[in-house]
């Protein structure tokens, strides 16, 4: 299924009317009438609009391949096409297919112009061979009603304007080339000629690179007509009985050109060679400094389509011409067949020319014309700047060039590289050039290149054309209105330029049928006609487009809500309400029977400390921009009688800020004072807390996750009053990060202990030995500078945080020995009655030591064991640990 949409733009299609004054009046001399259309006799017929002869114009299709998929096992043509800017003069486009489109040019008004946008005009499958119709729709279709191009009155040439597409058919990623074939169109429209209704003349053609297959893909068109002064034809292929060129057809170029197209074109007859295969030249130019020359394969096949590069000679005598196949991998190589071509001469000083001749390693412009920048951002891809303008406002036509680069040296054959382009989102365009190197790899590749901006409302011009005036300037932009409903409102506009100007008002950006004049009147405003406006102001030269203004159309007030009566007891507090709905900003002024009010000019009236003397009737008065109204009067009476006085309540005792280890009992409460009943509503982190509705709050079990902010709301008849924030912490234990370490010391040695601990600051720390607290130990570290066998034993520390949190370290276990003797052995181990006889030797004063476990504080003497030669028996089963020391 086909559905043909377009984006916005606006400008293109908003200025039909002022086509014919454009475009008739942009050369010095008339151009000839067009043939006058023979409308079928289907009573839904209509005739074409202008006829396409005296101003080149454009378009940009794009293509939304998406919704494509399979049908009844072939692949269905489920495109979507688009245009994203044309003009000036409107396209249509009453036929395509998966690799060919047919556009006509000069539809008679938009809704043609546009009338498939958004529908069906026709529904295809594929069925493997050939496209076949779906369905037998209507054969007439209002987008036929525009001229179909022919190639006796211009030349239809075209840019692939994506780098790069993709199906939604499972097929990868390839990029596209175009052929523009002049007589295989299937497309409906009026002919050039006679102005006869049918099909036929020409179409554009896209392909995959490299795949002989059919693919659809973003393009650019442009119409260059013989009629306004440009120089091209149509060149039929090598004819093997002639060296000399020739044109397809004798009425198939422009009339400043000789009849005979041997004058301009030469076969060298070395086909399938390294030779040029085509010598092209135009009288009295000089292909170097001259101009510019654009072509494009016309053949007749839809696969395989051919490319047509040129370069210009040195000399200046003309451009070499060479043909291959989009599926040839030797850039040396050309075709003898199926180089039928079309070209289009663009002369550098063309009326309103933007484009030139592009080196391709460094960007460099060889030569050029108009205001843009171009740089290279790496191998074949380029960045074009057009100051202000988008893909909305024109497109680009690309042309490669050049040399063939082989082996580090340009060889005698042109280019062999595509090119493409495509805007990037800030507004600039990427141009590509790419080569075949086989069916799945096309790399990037360094070309030069002419280019040739082709605006869409201020179009090139052929040299020698009467240039077209600037568009018109806007001194004075519309403004901003507002109005009452019923009234009038005024839009206008002040523009400087060459008149006569033409204006089309637009409301949210779609054309008002009367809005064709400088002002835009409603004589009476109502709420539908709210929105944004804007106009496009038109001259010869071009249209330019005004800021956006609005329009709001206020409604009279209407009251809602009526301030209602009241009786109140003196003392009381009067309090008056009333609700309004309009638009624009509500003024209040309140009303005490039927006078003004100081200073009451908000929805509500409040008055204190009310007397008798303010009994009586109260209204209020509210405007807007869309009126006044009044509302109705609220009577209030006043009870002399002594009011009973009451007490809100008052919070005498606040809850407390608290900060508590983990584990522990959270309790918060609260005193007030006031009339009874009294009510308790407690908050964490400002949300009710369900059941906590008494004078105490607690979580006898409170957790970290109870930290924050605590609050009570505290109630009774005369009003309510919250209290002051309790910060709550709950803290988690400390942590050690690094624990306290065993000792084994000499008596004598300085020892330390210490440890590093993260937790709720400030910490507070106490060592402690053997279970006890040692005084004065609070610090981290815990030093003994002189140890003895006394400081012996198991030390740790227990570590406090300020929410009173403790944590206990491992035990360190300290050891203190007298100097150990190092040359004092056990001489013999014996068993001897029942137990273990130790015997040693040694001088004077050694002792032998014993304890059960070495977890034991201290090492104490074995009785009888001094002296020189001593020994010990051990009775078997109790085991206890021994050394020797000297005294």
């Given at each position: 299924m086909n559905i043909f949409r377009q984006n916005m733009f606006p400008q293109a299609l908003a200025i039909s009317l002022l086509i014919t004054s454009f475009t008739q009046l942009i050369r010095s001399a008339e151009v000839p009438a067009g043939p006058t259309p023979r409308v079928p006799s289907d009573p839904e017929a209509l005739a074409p609009?202008?006829?396409?002869?005296?101003?080149?114009?454009?378009?940009?299709?794009?293509?939304?391949?998406?919704?494509?998929?399979?049908?009844?096992?072939?692949?269905?043509?489920?495109?979507?096409?688009?245009?994203?800017?044309?003009?000036?003069?409107?396209?249509?486009?009453?036929?395509?297919?998966?690799?060919?489109?047919?556009?006509?040019?000069?539809?008679?008004?938009?809704?043609?112009?546009?009338?498939?946008?958004?529908?069906?005009?026709?529904?295809?499958?594929?069925?493997?061979?050939?496209?076949?119709?779906?369905?037998?729709?209507?054969?007439?279709?209002?987008?036929?009603?525009?001229?179909?191009?022919?190639?006796?009155?211009?030349?239809?040439?075209?840019?692939?304007?994506?780098?790069?597409?993709?199906?939604?058919?499972?097929?990868?990623?390839f990029h596209g080339v175009l052929s523009v074939p002049y007589r295989q169109s299937e497309g409906e429209g009026y002919s050039m000629v006679d102005g006869s209704f049918g099909v036929g003349d020409m179409d554009i053609v896209t392909d995959k690179a490299g795949l002989n297959s059919f693919a659809s893909i973003d393009f650019s068109a442009a119409w260059f007509p013989f009629d306004q002064g440009w120089t091209g034809g149509y060149m039929a292929s090598a004819n093997i009985d002639s060296e000399l060129g020739s044109w397809i057809d004798p009425e198939f170029h422009s009339n400043n050109l000789p009849g005979d197209g041997g004058e301009l074109l030469e076969w060298t007859r070395e086909f399938a060679t390294w030779l040029v295969p085509g010598r092209f030249k135009l009288p009295g130019v000089n292909s170097k400094s001259d101009g510019m020359l654009f072509t494009t394969s016309v053949e007749s096949d839809k696969v395989g389509l051919m490319m047509i590069s040129v370069a210009a000679n040195e000399d200046g005598s003309g451009w070499d011409?060479?043909?291959?196949?989009?599926?040839?991998?030797?850039?040396?190589?050309?075709?003898?067949?199926?180089?039928?071509?079309?070209?289009?001469?663009?002369?550098?000083?063309?009326?309103?020319?933007?484009?030139?001749?592009?080196?391709?390693?460094?960007?460099?412009?060889?030569?050029?014309?108009?205001?843009?920048?171009?740089?290279?951002?790496?191998?074949?891809?380029?960045?074009?700047?057009?100051?202000?303008?988008?893909?909305?406002?024109?497109?680009?036509?690309?042309?490669?060039?050049?040399?063939?680069?082989?082996?580090?040296?340009?060889?005698?054959?042109?280019?062999?590289?595509?090119?493409?382009?495509?805007?990037?989102?800030?507004?600039?365009?990427?141009?590509?050039?790419r080569y075949y190197e086989n069916d799945t790899s096309f790399p990037l590749e360094d070309t030069e290149f002419y280019f040739a901006w082709v605006d869409f409302f201020a179009p090139l011009a052929p040299a020698g054309s009467t240039p077209l005036p600037d568009p018109p300037v806007i001194k004075q932009q519309p403004a901003d209105v507002e109005v009452k409903q019923g009234d009038q409102a005024v839009f206008s506009i002040a523009a400087t330029g060459e008149e006569p100007f033409e204006y089309q008002w637009q409301f949210n950006e779609e054309d008002i049928e009367a809005g064709k004049g400088q002002t835009l009147e409603f004589n009476d405003a109502q709420p539908a006609n709210d929105g944004s406006y804007r106009v496009l102001v038109g001259n010869k030269g071009g249209v330019v487009t005004s800021q956006a203004a609005t329009l709001t159309v206020h409604t009279p007030p209407v009251i809602t809500s009526h301030p209602a009566n009241q009786d109140i007891k003196v003392g009381d507090a009067l309090s008056l309400h009333v609700a309004v709905a309009g638009t624009g900003t509500i003024q209040y002024q309140w009303q005490y029977n039927q006078n003004d009010l100081a200073d009451q000019t908000s929805k509500e009236l409040i008055i204190e400390g009310v007397q008798l003397t303010h009994a009586g009737q109260y209204r209020v008065i509210a405007t807007t921009p869309g009126g006044t109204v009044v509302s109705e009067s609220s009577v209030v009476t006043v009870d002399a009688s002594t009011p009973v006085a009451s007490e809100p309540p008052v919070i005498i005792q606040q809850p407390l800020s608290q900060t508590l280890a983990v584990g522990s009992e959270l309790r918060l409460s609260v005193e007030a004072t006031g009339d009874d009943p009294i009510s308790y509503r407690w908050q964490f982190n400002n949300f009710n807390i369900p059941g906590a509705s008494s004078t105490e709050f607690i979580i006898p079990n409170a957790?970290?996750?109870?930290?924050?902010?605590?609050?009570?709301?505290?109630?009774?008849?005369?009003?309510?009053?919250?209290?002051?924030?309790?910060?709550?912490?709950?803290?988690?234990?400390?942590?050690?990060?690094?624990?306290?370490?065993?000792?084994?010391?000499?008596?004598?040695?300085?020892?330390?202990?210490?440890?590093?601990?993260?937790?709720?600051?400030?910490?507070?720390?106490?060592?402690?030995?053997?279970?006890?607290?040692?005084?004065?130990?609070?610090?981290?570290?815990?030093?003994?500078?002189?140890?003895?066998?006394?400081?012996?034993?198991?030390?740790?520390?227990?570590?406090?945080?300020?929410?009173?949190?403790?944590?206990?370290?491992?035990?360190?276990?300290?050891?203190?020995?007298?100097?150990?003797?190092?040359?004092?052995?056990?001489?013999?181990?014996?068993?001897?009655?029942?137990?273990?006889?130790?015997?040693?030797?040694?001088?004077?004063?050694?002792?032998?030591?014993?304890?059960?476990?070495?977890?034991?504080?201290?090492?104490?003497?074995?009785?009888?064991?001094?002296?020189?030669?001593?020994?010990?028996?051990?009775?078997?089963?109790?085991?206890?640990?021994?050394?020797?020391?000297?005294?």
């Open positions: 609009g202008t006829y396409p002869n005296g101003s080149v114009t454009a378009v940009s299709y794009t293509v939304d391949a998406s919704k494509v998929k399979f049908h009844n096992g072939n692949d269905q043509n489920d495109i979507v096409f688009g245009i994203e800017g044309q003009g000036p003069i409107p396209w249509t486009l009453p036929s395509y297919g998966r690799t060919y489109v047919s556009p006509r040019i000069g539809a008679i008004n938009d809704e043609a112009s546009n009338s498939n946008l958004g529908v069906i005009p026709f529904d295809i499958v594929f069925n493997g061979f050939r496209y076949e119709w779906e369905f037998d729709l209507t054969f007439w279709a209002p987008s036929a009603a525009a001229w179909r191009p022919h190639p006796s009155k211009g030349v239809l040439l075209g840019s692939i304007r994506k780098n790069g597409q993709e199906w939604n058919d499972g097929t990868p990623h011409l060479w043909g291959r196949r989009n599926t040839e991998a030797d850039g040396l190589f050309q075709e003898e067949s199926n180089l039928d071509f079309s070209f289009l001469y663009v002369p550098y000083d063309a009326d309103r020319l933007i484009g030139g001749h592009i080196r391709g390693n460094d960007g460099a412009v060889i030569n050029g014309r108009g205001g843009f920048a171009l740089k290279r951002l790496g191998t074949g891809q380029y960045e074009l700047t057009v100051p202000n303008k988008t893909g909305k406002d024109g497109m680009v036509l690309l042309q490669a060039t050049g040399r063939y680069h082989f082996n580090n040296r340009d060889t005698i054959a042109s280019s062999r590289s595509f090119l493409s382009y495509e805007e990037t989102a800030d507004g600039k365009f990427i141009i590509e050039s957790q970290t996750e109870d930290s924050g902010n605590y609050k009570v709301v505290v109630t009774n008849p005369e009003g309510s009053l919250t209290s002051e924030i309790a910060v709550v912490t709950v803290s988690q234990a400390p942590v050690f990060i690094s624990q306290p370490q065993s000792i084994a010391a000499v008596a004598g040695q300085s020892i330390r202990l210490e440890v590093e601990a993260r937790g709720l600051p400030p910490l507070a720390y106490q060592w402690r030995v053997n279970g006890f607290n040692i005084p004065g130990a609070r610090l981290p570290q815990f030093s003994i500078s002189n140890v003895q066998e006394a400081d012996a034993g198991s030390y740790s520390v227990i570590v406090t945080d300020d929410a009173g949190a403790k944590t206990e370290s491992d035990v360190a276990i300290l050891t203190v020995s007298e100097e150990l003797v190092s040359d004092i052995s056990i001489t013999s181990i014996a068993f001897q009655d029942g137990g273990i006889l130790l015997r040693w030797e040694g001088e004077n004063g050694l002792v032998l030591q014993a304890k059960a476990t070495l977890q034991d504080a201290q090492w104490r003497d074995v009785p009888g064991t001094e002296g020189e030669s001593q020994s010990l028996q051990v009775t078997i089963g109790k085991s206890a640990f021994y050394r020797l020391i000297k005294r």
